[in-house]
């Protein structure tokens, strides 16, 4: 699987009432197409190429002409705790501590079932990353962890 840092997931998160949160980060894993085939092949899914115009909405025959393309979605998110001052290549080694092998093991055959959603839970509750409680995390430091986490992917394998 390959695990890669979203930023529209990174916020400050603070109990109502708190005086200080924790600053976290999304990563999303999404299926590789050898290791897991079927996983891979139910999301990678047809996106349209364009907006579905009124009329082709309501009729199929005419949303069947619409050219698509394929688009691989995330099979999980996961939000990880981290400090505000967090590197590239800590957050790359943080990913691969909660990302191990027999996590990713637990995660593929959960996901591969209907029923799955409990055992992902189980999996990740206790996965949430370290970081430090902060009294604020404005939008500005956001916008600077953003760029700087910008593009960490990490190749995360469910083999030893």
Not at 22 to 27: D, E, G, I, L, T
Not at 88 to 101: C, E, V, Y
Not at 109 to 122: I, K, M, P, Q, S
């Amino acid at each position: 699987m390959k695990a890669v840092f979203e930023p529209t997931g990174t916020h400050w998160h603070k109990r109502p009432g708190a005086l200080v949160g924790k600053v976290k980060v999304r990563v999303d894993l999404f299926p590789d197409p050898i290791e897991n085939p079927v996983l891979f092949a139910v999301h990678n899914v047809d996106q349209p190429a364009r907006e579905y115009t009124p009329e082709e909405l309501a009729d199929e025959s005419l949303r069947a002409l619409v050219p698509t393309h394929k688009k691989l979605s995330p099979c999980q998110g996961h939000f990880l705790s981290v400090d505000p001052d967090i590197t590239p290549g800590q957050l790359r080694k943080l990913i691969r501590q909660t990302f191990d092998a027999n996590t990713l093991r637990i995660l593929a055959d959960a996901l591969a079932r209907e029923d799955g959603g409990r055992t992902v839970h189980l999996a990740m509750k206790g996965k949430k990353g370290r970081g430090a409680r902060v009294r604020s995390f404005d939008q500005s430091e956001c916008d600077s962890l953003n760029e700087r986490l910008k593009g960490v992917e990490v190749v995360v394998s469910g083999r030893d």
